[in-house]
């Protein structure tokens, strides 16, 4: 039910937070105490985030039939072990956002509330993918303030670039369900908008993702292999939009999974290989 491999797509961005806000803020890389309590904070906003995802949109995926098969409508899990599940995850997520600092702390109903809003945006906004990439780019910063205890103008532009990115490839990954949603009165962009202006609105998005991701790394003075990363995220974007078509979505999960979380690996190596050397 959780699809633990979607994490690819956050925590090497929250580790990218923790790494450089602390070379940047304290000029040292952070402890493995912060290492341990950051990864654990992520295990436990991601898994508590795909649960709520999965039992708040039961009854859609039960009527869905490119969802019917998922845990709960299948009834291969009960929604009260699942609610069981979401406690026990926000739990470790709030332990380990304590033993971070208290910035981390005071911060943590504000991305809670994300966790659980953006299920239900479909419900009344077309700009749900914003919401949902709102919700993942919080990894950054989280990953920014739990190592430093700090937030700065440079996190927040990772922040938007991971912002834009995600909810660019949310927008593709709508476009399948783009009729079931306008007959069943739920927002997407696709289903709004229709596809083709799906796909626009996404390439635009992805434009603004990469401009977010240069300006960071100017901002934070990265050098010309965190650049080099950045350009060939941006080819790998091109590429994700280059395997969909508003005719064609037979490479859907190519371009959504396969592509992105390539992007996310790639922003992550080349990022530490320019801090390293």
């Given at each position: 039910?959780i699809?633990f ?14 790494i450089?806000g ?5 000029g040292?890389l952070?402890t ?12 436990g906003?991601?898994?508590s985030?795909m649960?709520l995802?999965r039992a708040?949109d039961?009854?859609i ?7 019917s098969?998922?845990?709960i409508p ?14 026990a ?15 981390s702390?005071?911060l ?6 994300f ?6 945006t ?6 749900c993918h ?7 780019a919080?990894?950054p ?10 937030l700065?103008?440079?996190a ?27 007959t069943?009165?739920?927002y ?22 990469f ?6 790394g ?31 979505l037979?490479?859907?999960d ?9 992007l ?14």
């Amino acid at each position: 039910m959780i699809k633990f491999e979607h994490t690819i797509f956050a925590l090497p961005f929250a580790f990218l937070g923790a790494i450089i806000g602390n070379i940047v803020e304290e000029g040292t890389l952070p402890t493995l105490a912060e290492w341990i309590w950051i990864t654990l904070a992520m295990v436990g906003a991601r898994s508590s985030a795909m649960a709520l995802n999965r039992a708040i949109d039961a009854n859609i995926d039960s009527v869905n039939p490119r969802t019917s098969n998922r845990a709960i409508p299948a009834k291969l899990i009960k929604k009260g072990e699942v609610y069981l599940f979401i406690l026990a995850s926000l739990a470790l997520l709030f332990v380990s956002s304590y033993q971070l600092n208290m910035l981390s702390v005071k911060l943590l109903p504000l991305a809670v509330f994300f966790l659980v809003i953006y299920s239900y945006t479909k419900r009344f906004t077309y700009l749900c993918h914003i919401v949902l990439g709102i919700t993942i780019a919080i990894a950054p910063l989280g990953g920014w303030v739990g190592a430093t205890g700090t937030l700065s103008l440079e996190a927040f532009l990772l922040f938007f670039g991971v912002l834009f990115w995600i909810a660019g490839f949310d927008v593709i990954y709508a476009t399948q369900d783009a009729d079931y949603d306008k007959t069943h009165g739920l927002y997407s962009i696709p289903s709004f908008f229709g596809v083709a202006k799906g796909l626009l609105a996404a390439r635009w998005l992805h434009a603004a993702s990469f401009i977010a991701f240069i300006s960071f790394g100017f901002v934070t003075g990265m050098g010309w292999i965190y650049f080099l990363g950045v350009a060939v995220s941006g080819i790998i974007m091109i590429y994700e939009h280059s395997l969909v078509k508003p005719h064609d979505l037979s490479k859907l999960d190519v371009a959504f999974f396969t592509m992105n979380g390539i992007l996310s690996i790639v922003m992550f190596i080349f990022s530490i290989g320019d801090l390293l050397l």
